[in-house]
């Protein structure tokens, strides 16, 4: 089946480099009162109406000052950001402040942007007497913006916890934000509320404060995750709610800026042309992985057991490069044929990895990507383009309307056995369109 996506958000924020959806910094509650579960999921969509914004809610916030003589948080110097050595030596002074100090829901810990990876954010650290959780929600004045409600995962029993240290994100830049503290127990209850107000800087550069939203229909339900827009020409990453609005950004180092990757406690993203970050969820930096002795980098995946995939290119010829992230140890996985170009990676598991291949159009499979005897599994395209290759006897018959033939440049996947990749070959730029393809052994059939 074909399907259509519309992109009117991407051509309407800037000509970008890529966009995708992820449920980035997602609340992982799971409650077992079903009803207040879907309560919460549906307050952190980012899409209803009710507001929290009241004149109470003015008079009651704490304003919070991150520069100048009434300044009330704690501010770090961010000479070098993407530093493992910088950014931990930011988080054992957090640390320190923490445990000096008699530190409370009332009384606790604040800093702005402490390891300069997001502007706009503020982390906490505080202490409660009883295992509590805590949810927060952003509102402002304009009533055009909906409200931005998180529930912190702290991973405690029934997400409670007598230690909270916490990154607020979600500020709307360039208005004042009013932030709404609660402390709930497990049953949703509120034991305490602060609130507190700032007057978040502008974005640093000249996106739009706003996209345009076009609902569309589908089967499943909205995440509480955020957009990534990676445009070109900005050393940043831009975060979107569901309703269009811009909530944050991150800083890259050069115009490059077009991958993240979730894994179960970190995010990783490029900074440059060779390096990738590794960030835990609160933005500390805990891995930068350099590769620039192999050359640009392309793309890159992670396995979920510790692993980094990177595509790298140098002198024309493309390298599959595995490097464990808690070792920085890296080794050549693959080395393409110098008759074809890549462009995107994607893995799928059991040490296999989908590639997306340029010259000549197509996908590659690669197994055992995770030993030193990688090879190509199979090629799904068209045998006569890639007769003249090292690969052609590797070349999956297919069954169905149409081969995989040209434009791919972003490998997605949904299921073990299923592949689905965008197609960016068209004539008509308002839509653009991902195909679907079920694979088993040497066939794949358009689905």
Not at 109 to 127: L, M
Not at 324 to 353: C, L, Q, W, Y
Request: with cysteine.
């Amino acid at each position: 089946m074909k399907k259509i996506l519309k992109i009117s958000l991407i051509t309407s924020l800037f000509m970008a480099a890529g966009l995708v959806a992820l449920a980035i910094w997602a609340t992982k509650v799971k409650n077992e009162n079903k009803k207040e579960e879907g309560q919460l999921l549906s307050e952190q969509l980012d899409e209803g109406d009710t507001r929290s914004f009241s004149s109470i809610v003015q008079e009651k916030a704490t304003p919070l000052y991150a520069e100048g003589q009434n300044r009330n948080v704690l501010v770090y110097p961010h000479g070098i950001i993407y530093d493992v050595a910088v950014s931990k030596s930011i988080q054992d002074q957090l640390e320190q402040k923490a445990s000096r100090g008699q530190t409370n829901f009332v009384k606790p810990v604040i800093a702005y942007n402490p390891y300069g990876t997001q502007e706009n954010t503020f982390y906490f650290s505080f202490e409660t007497s009883s295992e509590l959780m805590v949810k927060y929600t952003i509102t402002t004045e304009d009533s055009s913006i909906p409200d931005f409600t998180r529930v912190v995962y702290n991973g405690g029993q029934d997400n409670c916890s007598k230690k909270h240290s916490f990154t607020i994100r979600g500020l709307v830049p360039g208005v004042k934000n009013y932030i709404i503290l609660n402390l709930q127990d497990k049953d949703g209850k509120v034991m305490g509320t602060q609130y507190y107000s700032y007057d978040a800087k502008p974005c640093s550069s000249d996106v739009k404060a706003r996209a345009v939203v076009e609902k569309g229909k589908s089967e499943q339900r909205s995440s509480n995750g955020l957009y990534l827009a990676f445009p070109a020409n900005k050393k940043g990453i831009f975060f979107y709610d569901n309703s269009g609005i811009l909530r944050g950004e991150m800083p890259v180092s050069t115009n490059l800026g077009k991958k993240l990757v979730v894994g179960s406690n970190s995010i990783f993203y490029t900074t440059s042309d060779s390096s990738i970050a590794r960030l835990s969820v609160n933005g500390q930096v805990t891995g930068v992985y350099d590769m620039k002795n192999y050359g640009k980098t392309i793309d890159f995946d992670y396995d979920g057991f510790g692993n980094l995939y990177v595509l790298v290119e140098k002198k024309g010829q493309n390298k599959l490069i595995r490097v464990p992230v808690d070792s920085n140890h890296s080794v050549v996985s693959f080395r393409f044929s110098n008759k074809t170009r890549a462009n995107s990676v994607k893995f799928m598991g059991k040490g296999t990895i989908y590639v997306s291949m340029s010259q000549p159009a197509g996908i590659m499979k690669i197994v055992n990507a995770a030993s030193n005897v990688a090879k190509v599994g199979g090629v799904y395209g068209d045998s006569n383009i890639w007769s003249k290759t090292p690969y052609r006897k590797k070349v999956c018959k297919f069954t169905g309307k149409e081969p995989i033939s040209a434009g791919q440049s972003l490998l997605l996947s949904s299921k073990s056995s299923t592949l689905t990749f965008f197609n960016n070959d068209v004539s008509d730029k308002s839509s653009s369109y991902y195909y679907e393809y079920a694979f088993s052994g040497v066939t794949a059939r358009v689905s």
